[in-house]
């Protein structure tokens, strides 16, 4: 199962993204023997890197009861984080003192989902 973007999946997001703000979805399966303390190690440190690209924790939660879900489809974790621009961040994954928090994440999680969205705008969804 993937848990980190491949660079076709990073050149898929720098080609198709307009350099706007945006709201990355972060899905995480935690692996059972040690994960979420490795991904809160992860966090803490990663967070300085994301503070300093403009990147922003929207929100955290764990993961509760699924109630519509084929069995095996919970996640353990939801994270919402809103970047500035693609640019920054683009900037922040290459940023060395990121790049030394990266082992930590794969270490605890089994599968992940990151999907960028962005804001619906028209009649009734204004932004």
């Given at each position: 199962m993937a848990v980190n973007p491949s660079s076709a999946d990073m050149q898929s997001l720098l080609d198709s993204l307009p350099d706007e703000p945006f709201v990355m979805l972060n899905?995480?399966?935690?692996r059972p023997d040690g994960g979420r303390e490795s991904y809160?190690?992860?966090?803490?440190?990663?967070?300085?890197?994301?503070a300093r690209h403009g990147g922003e924790l929207?929100?955290?939660g764990e993961g509760s009861t699924a109630l519509v879900?084929?069995?095996?489809?919970?996640?353990?974790?939801?994270?919402?984080?809103?970047?500035?621009?693609?640019?920054a961040?683009?900037?922040m994954v290459a940023d060395p003192e990121y790049q030394e928090t990266v082992s930590l994440r794969t270490e605890a999680l089994t599968e992940a989902v990151l999907q960028v969205t962005v804001p619906v705008t028209g009649p009734g969804h204004e932004r």
């Open positions: 899905l995480l399966r935690f809160a190690e992860y966090s803490r440190r990663a967070g300085k890197a994301l929207v929100y955290f879900a084929e069995p095996g489809q919970a996640w353990d974790a939801v994270l919402l984080i809103r970047y500035p621009s693609r640019a961040f683009l900037r």
